[in-house]
């Protein structure tokens, strides 16, 4: 009798903690299985060269030197000058409220987190001034269950499909505004309330390119999120259930800097 207690005691605990640990347990095979190949893993990362689309009015933004070639050195060396917001980078809380985290000052923790994906590209079609209304994150945790914190929302606009041509990216009038999607104030409040960990976009920028006060920026680098702007093309991404790895410059008192980011398929 006593043996039986126990058999099923330990059966219910173990279900218990499959239960309570689904997300743990499957994010340790999905890591074990990138080696191997079973993990499919994405790189939402562009290649870093001078012909990418630079924030208008800045006249440098990248410049790369050979200093040594393997026929007259025996090796091959270069040096880079770059702008911190350039190609697919990290806003540093620091690059908008004043006292707040530069890039090397994020905690690591905040680094890795699950992927929520917003998909606007059917309104940013419609709409090249469109707002990620807050509605949009409610209907999200419907289908999916509340945002979890430490989660890194994305906004994907389909606007990589215009990467690399300035012309189509930016998306300027005749007055110079820019015209590409974005996330809403109300949008990035509930965010915050929800405690994720940065928000990311497909488009030069986190506010939409008709945005003067930069309200999202104020507001989420404020409450300490970092953003991800010109992330590469997001449509392989589900909505939910991928893991994103953001492995940004460690640049000592950066405003940003150029990041790598890794999703992990589920
Ligand atoms: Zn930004």
Redesign the pocket.
């Known amino acids: 009798m006593d043996v039986y207690v126990r058999a099923g005691f330990a059966a219910v605990s173990l279900v218990a903690l499959f239960s309570f640990f689904p997300d743990a347990s499957s994010n340790r095979v999905k890591l074990e299985g990138i080696p191997t190949g079973k993990t499919r893993v994405l790189d939402l990362t562009y290649a870093i060269n001078d012909k990418l689309v630079p924030w208008p009015g800045d006249a440098k933004f990248f410049e790369a030197k050979v200093n040594a070639t393997v026929e007259k050195d025996g090796y091959f060396t270069r040096s880079f000058w770059m702008l911190e917001?350039y190609g697919t980078h990290l806003?540093a809380p620091a690059?908008f409220p004043p006292g707040k985290e530069t890039v090397d000052q994020i905690p690591v923790k905040q680094l890795f987190g699950p992927a929520v994906v917003l998909d606007v590209r059917t309104e940013s079609g419609k709409d090249a001034d469109f707002l990620m209304p807050a509605v949009r994150v409610e209907d999200w945790e419907k289908q999916h269950g509340r945002i979890p914190e430490g989660a890194i929302v994305l906004l994907r606009t389909g606007w990589a499909s215009r990467w690399p041509d300035v012309k189509r990216y930016r998306n300027q009038d005749a007055a110079g505004m820019m015209h590409f999607p974005g996330f809403s104030v109300e949008a990035a409040k509930l965010l915050i309330e929800r405690k994720v960990s940065g928000l990311g976009c497909d488009t030069l920028?986190?506010d939409n390119g008709a945005s003067k006060d930069f309200a999202v920026?104020h507001l989420a680098l404020g409450a300490g999120l970092y953003?991800l702007?010109n992330l590469a093309d997001l449509s392989e991404l589900p909505e939910a259930g991928a893991f994103l790895i953001v492995a940004p410059i460690k640049l000592e008192g950066g405003s940003g800097g150029p990041v790598r980011v890794f999703a992990l398929l589920p």
Do not use: G, K, P, T
């Open positions: 917001h806003d690059h920028s986190i920026h953003h702007e």
